[in-house]
């Protein structure tokens, strides 16, 4: 199984494992990312990339002027729909193609917990197509994880791709090799020069957040 199949085969098997996180109401950095994407959306046109089970989609869709919520994978949009999410439309989309999804639409974009599964060297074909469905002068909010002094699962890198890859494990037994790359801030500044205008990461554990406005 190659790296972006593994990677879909292991999210349609964990859908209903994150499921169980929804239960859990945002507090302590969370909840500081959800304020902050609260008032980065209200009023305006929301496209969010890699939605999931739609755990940020429900803070985010009631306050937006429009919301379209994507993802690769039918488990997880299932679960997404199934909460029937106010103002949330969700459709079944490759973030490296988003063939259904209007050029130049909105105003807003977002994407949590999906750029460290980003091979390297797929960066620039996903930010040239993410940033195609935003309006010129639209603004971006992006979260993920840095990784933990303790984290148990096997982490590596291949010289034939320079990405990083991580061994998951889910309780069924199956096995899974995801893209998993935990950027520092500076790698991050570096990836997003060509993109990104009025830049600001905040970098602290668990996870990083940056905000930035699409360069025309
Ligand atoms: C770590 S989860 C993040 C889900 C959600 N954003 C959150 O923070 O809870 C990564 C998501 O990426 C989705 N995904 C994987 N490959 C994708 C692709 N090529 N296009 C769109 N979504 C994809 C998976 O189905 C999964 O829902």
């Known amino acids: ?102 050029e130049g639409r909105f105003d807003f974009g977002f994407a949590m917990h999906w750029v460290s599964h980003i091979p390297l060297a797929r960066w620039g074909e996903f930010f040239t197509v993410f940033h195609a469905r935003l309006k010129p002068g639209a603004r971006v909010l992006l979260a993920d994880d840095i990784r933990r002094p303790d984290d148990a699962d096997p982490y590596y890198s291949k010289l034939a791709t320079h990405d990083s890859y991580e061994i998951r494990r889910l309780p069924e037994g199956g096995t899974y090799e995801i893209v998993k790359t935990y950027f520092t801030s500076e790698e991050l500044q570096e990836l997003l020069r060509p993109y990104a205008e009025n830049l600001v ?13 699409v360069k025309n």
Request: proline share 5%.
């Open 1 to 102: 199984m190659s790296a972006p199949d593994s990677m879909q085969a292991y999210y349609n098997a964990r859908a209903p494992h994150m499921a169980k996180g929804l239960a859990t109401p945002p507090a302590g950095q969370l909840l500081e990312i959800v304020t902050a994407l609260r008032a980065e959306s209200a009023g305006r046109a929301v496209l969010e990339i890699a939605c999931g089970t739609g755990y940020w989609t429900r803070f985010v869709a009631p306050g937006a002027s429009e919301m379209m919520a994507t993802d690769f994978s039918e488990e997880m949009l299932a679960i997404a729909q199934g909460q029937q999410i106010e103002r949330a439309r969700f459709q079944r989309e490759d973030a490296y193609a988003l063939a259904g999804v209007r």
């Open 201 to 213: 990461i905040r970098y602290e554990r668990p996870r990083w957040w940056l905000t930035y406005v």
